[in-house]
Structure formats: C-alpha cells, structure tokens
C-alpha cells in the first residue's frame, strides 16, 4: 500500500519538478499557480538552512507533504497546496502569525492552518495544550484532514531514526488521535496503518 508513496517520496525533487507538477493543471499565469509559486518561496526562506530531527531539511517535510496531496490523492484544490506548503509556518515561526497568513493568503487558507496549529505554549500547560489542539479536530473541516494525515504520514515515515521514546509516543498518538479521523474521512487509513507497522525493509534479491 505504502510503495508508491514510498516510490514518491524517493524521487529527486527540487523546485523545477515541483511546479512542472502545477502546470499540468495550472497555467503559471494563472493567479491559483502565482499563489502556490508564493506559498513554496515564503515556507522556503522561512525553514531555511533548518533541519528536522531525522537528518532531513526541513523544508523537504512541507514539500514531501503537498507532493503526498498532489500525487497521491489527486488534490488539485489551490488552497489546500498552500496549506500543506505553509502548514508549520504560524506555529514555528512568530514572524507569521494568523493575522498575517490572512492578509497574504486569504480567510480559507488561514482558517485552515489555524487547525493545523498547536495554541501558544503560553496559554496552556504541554498536556493540556495537545489535548486542545486534538480536541479541535471533531470540529474541523474535512479540507483540513487532507493535510493533516498527509502531513502525519510523511512525520511516521521519517520518525524511525529518531529516539525509541519519540517514536512510540508518536505511533500511540497516531493510533489514538489520527487513525480515527482517517476511518472518519476515509483517507489514508492503509498507509497509516502500515506506517506505523515500522520502516520499510529491504527486499532480499
């Protein structure tokens, strides 16, 4: 279920392919195009020389997650390209909060990574704040889940280098909080499920 996400995932990508993949349904010239060519430059310069914990360049996860919407679910919904391009941004980087996506990106995309965004760890002790932040999914709308579980999946994929206590926090996270929203929503419960079976392993020749 996993390998042509797996076989995505894998490719060389850089900002050529990224948007040959937009033009196939987007002329550059429309202004759809010109706001994903915008969301893909601000999550660029804003995760920057920035590393994920497995090794990886951090901006690789926010494109891995809107190539996952793109290739594998078929998305071709402008908004939700941006969503998945810019789905770290408020929460990590103080220089765009909500105020400012929604002046630059419009209300949907903004109310979209409003879900997508954990409270401030002022407002809330860190146990309370995750339970916050899951509690909202009963009430979100289904656009969000696209990007969610996407993002999720690449997050289980990538997780197996990091410390034995991450990785079983994140799969009962995963079981507990995403899976049912994946069953709910019908999307992406297979290749969560198998995800946090473990990493893939080399197939003997």
């Not at 033009?23 to 010109?34: M, T, V």
């Not at 509690?135 to 656009?143: G, L, M, S, T």
């Not at 997050?155 to 410390?163: E, R």
């Amino acid at each position: 279920m996993l390998e042509k996400v797996r076989a995505l995932l894998k490719q060389a990508e850089n900002r050529e392919t990224f948007f040959r993949r937009i033009a196939s349904f987007l002329p550059p010239s429309d202004p759809r195009y010109i706001m994903i060519e915008k969301a893909y430059n601000v999550a660029k310069d804003a995760f920057r020389d920035e590393e994920r914990e497995d090794g990886g360049r951090y901006f690789e996860h926010l494109r891995a997650t809107a190539l996952i919407l793109i290739d594998y679910l078929r998305v071709r919904n402008h908004i939700l390209i941006i969503v998945a391009l810019l789905h770290d941004i408020v929460e990590d980087k103080p220089s765009w909060p909500i105020e400012r996506i929604k002046r630059e990106f419009g209300e949907e995309v903004a109310l979209l990574l409003d879900y997508c965004t954990k409270p401030s760890k002022s407002d809330y002790p860190e146990e309370e704040r995750l339970r916050v932040y899951h509690n909202r999914f009963e009430y979100a709308p289904r656009d969000f889940f696209l990007v969610k579980l996407s993002d999720r999946l690449h997050n289980i994929l990538t997780i197996w280098n990091c410390s034995p206590e991450k990785i079983a926090r994140k799969i009962e996270e995963t079981k507990r909080c995403y899976l049912p929203y994946a069953e709910k929503n019908v999307l992406l419960i297979h290749e969560l499920e198998e995800a946090i079976s473990g990493p893939e392993t080399p197939k003997s020749s």
